[in-house]
Nanobody
């Protein structure tokens, strides 16, 4: 059974940092595209960062994340991370981990074959 379990969310002040983790199990981790998307109340889902977990580790970021967020992985632990720095209130959202064996891209993360239940990030000003 495929499982993606997010952790690391919380409440921080503007300018702070958080690191999200996504523990993956039940599939061949290294053969997937993985990433993070987020959804805030009243807003559309937004792909934040994505990575190819196989060789090369290709990454892509939303413009809103570039320079502040870093996606990374630990293949030995089947874990995906999202380091978020310089957080601002606009980053407040539920953050979801996603994985798909074929489709790669920020715009398809929210319809990936596997998605976690999310972890809440709240940034106060």
């Amino acid at each position: 059974q495929v499982q993606l379990v997010e952790s690391g969310g919380g409440s921080v002040q503007a300018g702070g940092s958080l690191r999200l983790s996504c523990a993956a199990s039940g599939y061949n981790y290294s053969m997937y595209c993985m990433g993070w998307f987020r959804q805030a109340p009243g807003k559309e889902r937004e792909g934040v960062a994505t990575i190819s977990t196989g060789g090369g580790g290709w990454t892509d970021y939303a413009d809103s994340a570039k320079g502040r967020f870093t996606i990374s992985q630990d293949n030995a632990k089947n874990t995906l991370y999202l380091q978020m720095n310089s957080l601002n209130p606009g980053d407040t959202a539920m953050y979801y981990c996603a994985a798909d064996p074929g489709a790669c891209g920020l715009d398809v993360l929210h319809v990936a074959r596997y998605r976690g239940r999310g972890t809440q990030v709240t940034v106060s000003s």
